[in-house]
């Protein structure tokens, strides 16, 4: 049983250290590559995982198209 409970508690606190990198893929960033780098080697200093985090939700330069056509919308 504790063995369990410290792996559950390893994955979790494994999934918070890369949160900023697990953004910046769920929002496609086109510098997604770049923040998951910058979040494995710095995100270990509170800094470095901030500056991930700040920069994995910065609003993207890629423009999303959205097409409505008679009322529907249809994605490209």
């Not at 893929?25 to 901030?50: P, S, Y």
């Amino acid at each position: 049983m504790i063995a369990f409970t410290g792996i559950m508690v390893f994955g979790a606190l494994t999934a918070f250290y890369f949160a900023p990198t697990f953004i910046a893929l769920i929002r496609h960033h086109h510098n997604a590559v770049a923040i998951g780098m910058l979040n494995f080697f710095l995100g270990w200093t509170i800094i470095g995982w901030i500056l991930a985090l700040v920069w994995a939700l910065a609003a993207s330069n890629n423009p999303h198209v959205i097409v409505i056509e008679n009322g529907r919308v249809v994605r490209p």
